[in-house]
């Protein structure tokens, strides 16, 4: 029998196609990495979240006790609080207190924040009632140390004056002491800003700002200011009083209660000497004498001329 030559024998055949299991292999084995990442993810989510707890409660050791305390009204406080003391660190349970140990904290910052802002308040308060009864006593002692007829500060009377009236702002001490120095019947203290300022016949001497003499350059501020309402004066006095106000609000002239300083306050009333002369001659002339005619035409007497003549004519 002879062999049959030239028989198909198909190579491909033993070349199993295993494509599909390899592409399965390398999904599972990336569900598998992916699975491990997220594992060592949420480890370390967990981790600093435990590390970020111990921190807390090391620097507050009361967030203990508020937790034990929450957990008595919260049961997922207290369930995660057990299952941390007793070592099992689960992450869900670990966020939960680190959550609360956060809000915790946070909720003492913002209160110690109103203290502190509350403390500083009251203190500013009682720093300007300090503030407002030295400026009193300082006018008060202003007025009852001046000399009469001459106008001169007594600088002894001034200084007692001052303290006698409670009076104990560091300014106004090294304004006393100059005055002591100088002595004149024009001294005048203004308040310019943070500034205590001294003048003379209305010019700058000395500035104080707590305690302290102005620098230089805020001395040619203030003397600037000084310039300046010395025109507010002027406008005022014009009836600009509006106009004057505003430069003083500018300039920073402020009452002892903060608030700006209006040219009434700081100047006095307005005196109109052409008012005053037509009143005193209203009183003196223009009175009705009735003539034997029956004419009622003010005529004045004799003594009434006199007394007009030795009030508003020159000598």
């Known amino acids: ?3 049959q030559t030239g028989s198909r024998v198909r190579p491909e055949l033993g070349r199993a196609d295993v494509s599909g299991f390899a592409r399965g292999g390398m999904a599972i084995g990336a569900g598998v990495l992916q699975g491990i990442e997220n594992y060592q993810e949420q480890r370390q989510i967990t981790s600093t979240a435990l590390s970020d707890l111990e921190g807390r409660m090391a620097a507050d050791p009361s967030i203990l006790a508020a937790m034990q305390q929450a957990g008595q009204k919260n ?4 369930k995660a609080l057990k299952s941390l003391q007793e070592g099992d660190y689960r992450q869900k349970d670990v966020l939960a207190l ?4 956060s809000s915790l904290q946070s909720q003492k910052a913002a209160m110690q924040a109103d203290q502190i802002r509350e403390i500083q308040l009251q203190e500013a308060k009682s720093e300007q009632q300090e503030k407002q009864m ?11 140390s001046r000399e009469a007829g001459t106008g001169e500060i007594d600088p002894a009377a001034l200084s007692a004056a001052y303290f006698d009236q409670g009076g104990r702002d560091t300014n106004d001490l090294k304004i006393i002491e100059s005055m002591q120095k100088m002595k004149g019947p024009n001294l005048e203290a203004i308040e310019v800003g943070p500034f205590t300022v001294l003048t003379q016949d209305g010019k700058f001497m000395q500035s104080f700002s707590d305690g302290e003499e102005a620098t230089p350059s805020a001395q040619r501020v203030l003397e600037f200011k000084l310039e300046e309402r010395k025109r507010a004066r002027e406008l005022y006095e014009q009836g600009n009083t509006q106009e004057a106000n505003d430069i003083l609000a500018v300039n920073g002239y402020k009452d002892t209660f903060g608030r700006p300083q209006t040219a009434e306050k700081a100047f006095g009333p307005i005196k109109n000497t052409d008012d005053d ?8 002339v223009l ?7 029956g004419d009622s035409t003010p005529v004045p007497t004799a003594e009434q001329v006199e007394d007009f003549r030795n009030k508003f ?3």
């Open 313 to 315: 004519l020159p000598k």
């Open 98 to 101: 680190s959550g609360f140990a």
């Open 1 to 3: 029998m002879a062999f």
């Open 277 to 284: 002369k037509s009143s005193d001659l209203d009183s003196v």
């Open 75 to 78: 049961p997922s406080i207290g």
């Open 134 to 144: 030295s400026r009193s006593a300082f006018d008060m002692a202003l007025s009852a």
């Open 287 to 293: 009175v009705d004498q009735p003539t034997p005619d």
